[in-house]
């Protein structure tokens, strides 16, 4: 069984551009969810989204946000980044009280 | 604020000793508790979750952990270390019953493992 896939695993923006990660769920979970993880912050919660709606969001500037399509794969940007938006953006899907992380995807921001 | 405390942001123990990695959450509600594990460069791996049944759970690679309500617990142990143990751990709590996408992380422990 797949687990949770995160593409890109590496990027590097400039500072000013805007990104999109993509994350595809294990089959047949409708829940998934966006971290941020940096050095200094540690893990944080971005949002979460179930059935193509968002069910919970966290203390993000509204520079970052997320979507879900039909088939439960999310899809997260960021709008003009800063320096302080490089990071490991990890993306989890649940089904029931189980969550289930994905690599990750490094984001540089120069 | 409901919050997780990892006592001890880095923890070294010698290969065949006894892992204890802390972990206090703050309420006097039970949430649902989690520890995961993180190689580098990689993502989280669940290592075991405690969901109010049985107070001492079972996790893999030999992990377990206890929840102490009077204590707002939920302390990882391992008895034995090895090498390969050594990772950074998290502790993560959940406050929202059946949305269990809403994870407050500890700031995480990095085990190192002496031979």
């Known amino acids: 069984k797949a687990g949770v896939t995160q593409t890109p695993r590496y990027l590097i923006k400039t500072r000013g551009q805007q990104v999109t990660l993509s994350c595809s769920p294990i089959?047949?979970?409708?829940?998934v969810s966006w971290y941020q993880q940096t050095p200094g912050q540690g893990l944080q919660f971005l949002f979460e989204?179930?059935?193509?709606?968002?069910?919970n969001k966290g203390n993000f500037p509204g520079r970052f946000s997320g979507r879900q399509f039909s088939n439960s794969r999310s899809e997260m940007n960021v709008s003009t980044l800063e320096l302080g938006d490089s990071a490991l953006y990890l993306c989890?899907?649940?089904?029931?009280?189980?969550?289930?992380f994905g690599e990750g995807s490094w984001l540089t921001v120069v | 604020a409901q919050s997780v405390t990892q006592l001890g942001s880095h923890v070294s123990v010698s290969e065949g000793a006894l892992v204890l990695l802390r972990c206090n959450y703050s309420?006097?509600?039970?949430?649902?508790l989690f520890w995961y594990v993180q190689y580098p460069n990689q993502g989280l791996q669940l290592l075991l979750k405690?969901?109010?049944?049985?107070?001492l759970v079972k996790g893999i690679n030999g992990f377990e952990a206890e929840f102490k309500k009077s204590e707002t617990s939920f302390h990882l142990t391992k008895p034995s270390a090895h090498m390969s143990d050594a990772a950074e751990y998290f502790c993560?709590?959940?406050?929202?019953?059946?949305?269990?996408?809403?994870?407050?992380f500890g700031k995480g422990t990095k085990l190192s493992v002496k031979p």
């Open positions: 989890a899907s649940s089904l029931g009280n189980t969550i289930y």
């Open positions: 089959s047949g979970h409708r829940s």
């Open positions: 989204y179930f059935s193509e709606t968002q069910r």
């Open positions: 309420s006097s509600v039970p949430p649902y």
């Open positions: 405690y969901t109010s049944a049985a107070t």
């Open positions: 993560a709590v959940s406050y929202d019953g059946g949305s269990q996408g809403n994870l407050i």
